[in-house]
């Protein structure tokens, strides 16, 4: 029992629970990109802008995040985090601090933003991206190096789920300190997002794991999964924590029993298995490292099949989430304006706060709960993690299914918090499946090689979605004079002459599209865990015939 009561103290140090801390704060200043839609209708305002150009604008930030996220994913696997946190702070504080001053500057009398003007903003967007996923990066990579598999899930998501109450943290400030005030926003984003990555320099490094203790190796031979070398089988390995342990072991087999030498984990040289396994040479990017985990990166990573099935899942899941926390401030001044003749756009961005918040709430509630739930379903139930997808594709339909339906602003919430809840839960579940099924030690490098995915839906939802609010400005002009005529007679006027007021009609076609797609991502979620299981028994196969 002694090993057993040993093992929590020296995982619970206080360097660990340091670097811990300083991933959570870097990752709280990371996800900013979210909070965009809070902003993005009063700069349309100012500025004059269209929607399109407005989505345009959000997703260069989702751009420079996603195809830079192997470059800094590289840059951390091999220089360690204090280059990315360097970078992180630098764009951050140039994109706010631009986006800033071309808001307070203005158009004067001129019918909309120039064309310089808009480039500048577009790379300023873009600029944000960068930084967010600089800062993202090395927090997510130490956080894994730090913790094993059996808590690697939950202090995975714990982290993320900060990188999704950034949001919610940064319109909190805002509202209680500069409430209506939206240079004084910008303002708190640009300090408010540097300051993190300063600190984490000091603290942000990776804490090395203690060695295993005998006790924990007698049991993990007996028990658990093994690890599986033939074909696209060698993608996966159930448990990380109990292919180290195993690989120590094979090490040092002359000095161990005979009963461990006739395991499960040692194949004769006739075996199939191994005939079939593909070759395994330090530059090809297949096989497993020195403790035994699978260890798939570069070329080989592009040319496996699951890498593809995850992706195409992501793409459409984060495509979905993208288009709507971009948009949702103009959701929400669709229904409050049809809700509400006399038009007050204080109290309008009010309510467009409030889903901004609402959705952090519940990306940050998705990336933390969605953690235990893998390690519970993994470790308890013996499923893969990969079933959770199933969990996280469900929760995107039901929550397009709420947006299709609700026509009221006061509604939006259920809504909101659903879709915050399915796309944190998204990005908290991937990173641990990608340790599973290509190995930890390129793990930055892997998952920033997603890129395409979020590119991809996210580009291709919201420009719809933009297109789509455009054309209802344009073509319901009826339904628009009422509410403009009225709001002559408040204290405020309507925020933009592109804005749809017709309520849920102005972007209830584009749900729908994204509705199905969702449905397509869980049945592709239930076919990644079916894969995921055949492993499973197919190693287990292969060891029953080796023993």
Known sequence: MQPETVKPSKLLTAPRIITLLGCVLVALGSGTNYIYSAYAPQLGARLHVSHTQLNVIGLAGNIGGNISGPIWGRIVDIKGPRIPLIGAFTFLLIGYSGIKKIYDDGIDDAATVSALHF???????????????????????????????????????????????????????????????????????????????LVGLFIVRPVPLPPPSSKTRHDTTTEGHNPILIGDAGVFIADPEEAEINAEETDSAPLLSHEYESSSYHLPETSSAIEMSPPQSPNCGWGEDKDGMPNIH?????????????????????????????????????????????????????????????????????????????????????????????????????????????????????????????????????????????????????????????????????????????????????????????????????????????????????LKVTMVACVVSLGLSVWAGMRDREKVKGGKEVTELTA
């Open 298 to 510: 570069g070329k080989q990573l592009w040319l496996t099949p699951d890498f593809y099935l995850i992706l195409t899942i992501m793409g459409i899941c984060s495509g979905t989430g993208i288009m709507y926390i971009n948009n949702v401030g103009s959701i929400s001044q669709a229904l409050y304006a049809e809700g509400n003749p006399i038009y007050d756009d204080l109290e309008a961005s009010k309510w467009q706060a409030t889903q901004v918040s609402i959705l952090s709430i519940g990306n940050f509630a998705g990336r933390i709960l969605i953690g235990p739930v893998s390690d519970f379903t993994n470790n308890r139930l013996h499923l893969p993690r990969a079933y959770c997808l199933c969990i996280v594709s469900s929760l995107f339909i039901i929550s397009q299914a709420f947006s299709v339906g609700i026509s009221s602003v006061q509604s939006l919430w259920m809504a909101s918090s659903l879709l915050g809840l399915a796309y944190g839960s998204l990005f908290g579940l991937c990173p641990t499946i990608f340790i599973e099924w290509f190995g930890l030690a390129h793990l930055s490098e892997n998952w920033g090689s997603t890129f395409p995915a979020p590119l991809i839906g996210g580009n291709l939802f919201s420009l719809m979605f933009g297109r789509n609010l455009d054309a209802h400005a344009s073509t319901d002009k009826h339904s628009m004079l009422p509410t403009r005529i009225l709001s002559t007679l408040g204290p405020r006027q309507l925020p933009s002459e592109h804005q749809c007021f017709g309520g849920r009609e102005c972007y209830v076609g584009s």
């Open 119 to 197: 480039a500048v903003l577009v790379l300023c967007g873009f600029m944000t991206g960068l930084g967010g996923v600089a800062g993202l990066a090395p927090a997510l990579n130490t956080t894994a190096k730090s913790f094993p598999d059996t808590s690697r899930a939950t202090t995975i998501g714990l982290v993320i789920s900060g990188f999704g109450l950034s949001a919610f943290l940064f319109l909190t400030i805002a509202q209680v300190f500069f409430p209506g005030d939206t240079s004084a926003f910008l303002l708190v984003l640009a300090l408010g997002t540097a300051i993190p990555m």
